[in-house]
């Protein structure tokens, strides 16, 4: 299988320069002296989450033609708003499939891109995407299962890369596996000295069950959807998994209580809202010390896009 | 009165470079389609404000025999953690002279950064301040009322004419005036055509009725203290009002209502934990759209340093 290569990663990073926010890492004076600690706050993305930069990088990738009948995906999280967003910075029409149970708010902000939202049982949003695809001409973008969207990602590794050389640990969260693929690919390649480390919720830990394994494990989604990380609740591809096979150095996970104090520090001590699922790289940073090396870490918060209510639960507790 | 320039601002940027964040300039698709609006997150900064660029700079700019005697400060807030943790860059003392009624967290911060905190009678502050600077040799760095601080802050101006260049109106918080004097000089050297304005609290207006009459207006500080925003309650010098008078545009108030909406805002369509003082600038832009003018705005958050209460008051509102 083809892997995406460092040099797809320096071409998505020009292609995307000026739409994405090339986010600074943030000093933490707080951390232990023995791990120095850096924040990468994709949570400040327009879109409040990493995302944008895979789909801004596949919509960039599409030839002018294909690309004006416009681009199709069906998500009811980050990825929908990531293909609206950078659809509309493009000028093309977006279509995005979502389940009729999505909250009124999720489908608020993906009309607010500009795009169409077709509302759809749970169960028909693949076949209704496909069949917008096939009616309108379109392209589908999918959230993580294409080089394009993996090397979109990887653009976070790079710019770990350039601005901190002498990165020892990367912890960035698991899911789908397009983010982490693309950050594994950028940091291992540039910095072969660093260890990149994966985190999963304990409850949606197939990932590394999986890696574990040497073959991809099922976990049905009742199991996974039992975690408060709602964006960590997909399983790897084959593509994505080889990626990790070849770069990623480990996966931990963190428990449910350890991601909701993560996203309290986030907030007081980094300044950041994050989501569950933002928050899992500083969970293992706090809670999982004996497993990780020490040394410069860098932790990947992925998306900020909460809840007000949880966010004052866990600032409350 | 000889005000700081672009060139003093220019070198401090150079100066400090390395030591603060170099803040991405947000954009928020969530704004007025008329009053595109990007938000400069000095939130981020290590310390969690922009007074580190101050201090910074301030320090550095001593010669390395002044310095090596290390320096003082007083302050109860962001300007102590500031002067603490650039004297640690450098590798000299810091003495900080703390209210002995300022609450511990703010106390073990400061510590945290490696100064030695001295607690004295709220009135005898600046006193035991001046006392300090004589037994040791040391420099104190004053929070605005010094030409270095304010040229260490105005980098923020510089960044925002490097990054928007065609920025129509920025929106900076005003209290003892070195932040917006240094962002004023720098906006409107850069950029003529852009307005620069200031956001007090109604509750802390001295600074607005000063730039109104034309000299600078006492109001007792048991009427600023009124206000939730803690880091706006000092006054105006001569040295800070010399610099409005000549570059800022104007300055609106904004109600202790609308400073905690703001921050709501902040958090939930931001994802940026702002203290009431870092969130006046969007309490403007929300509330006061009839008294600032259209155009691409950039609004200064200046810090994050909030009680996780009230954090949590405000997303439950």
Request: aromatic share 4%; glycine share 10%.
């Amino acid at each position: 299988m083809e892997l995406v290569t460092i040099d797809d990663i320096r071409a998505a990073a020009d292609r995307i320069s000026g739409a994405v926010v090339r986010t600074p890492l943030l000093p933490c004076p707080w951390a232990d002296a023995d791990r120095p600690l850096w924040l990468k706050p994709e949570n400040l993305q327009p879109i409040g989450a990493f995302k944008l930069r895979g789909a801004q990088n596949a919509i960039a990738r599409l030839d002018e033609r294909s690309r004006s009948r416009g681009v199709v995906a069906y998500s009811s999280g980050n990825h929908a708003q990531a293909v609206a967003y950078a659809a509309r910075t493009f000028g093309i029409p977006a279509h995005i499939v979502m389940p009729d149970v999505t909250p009124q708010v999720k489908i608020d902000n993906t009309r607010g891109y500009g795009a169409e939202v077709v509302l759809v049982p749970i169960a028909e949003r693949e076949s209704a995407a496909l069949e917008l695809v096939e009616k309108l001409g379109a392209v589908l973008v999918p959230p993580f299962d294409h080089p394009d969207v993996i090397a979109g990602q990887g653009t976070i590794g790079l710019e770990i890369a350039e601005d901190l050389p002498g990165v020892e640990l990367v912890l960035v969260p698991v899911s789908g596996g397009g983010l982490s693929s693309g950050i594994a690919t950028a940091v291992k390649t540039l910095c072969p000295g660093a260890r990149v480390v994966g985190v999963e919720p304990e409850l949606a830990g197939d990932a590394r069950e999986s890696l574990r394994a040497g073959t991809l494990v099922d976990w049905p989604i009742e199991r996974r959807a039992r975690t408060i990380a709602d964006g960590l609740r997909s399983q790897l591809s084959d593509l994505t998994f080889a990626h990790l096979r070849a770069y990623l150095d480990d996966i931990v996970t963190v428990s449910e209580d350890e991601i909701r104090t993560a996203m309290g520090v986030l907030a007081t001590k980094g300044r950041l809202v994050a989501e569950p699922s933002g928050a899992v790289g500083l969970a293992a940073y706090l809670s999982r010390v004996g497993d990780l090396p020490r040394g410069r870490t860098v932790i990947v918060v992925s998306g900020g896009n909460v809840a007000p209510s949880l966010l004052a639960d866990v600032l409350g507790a």
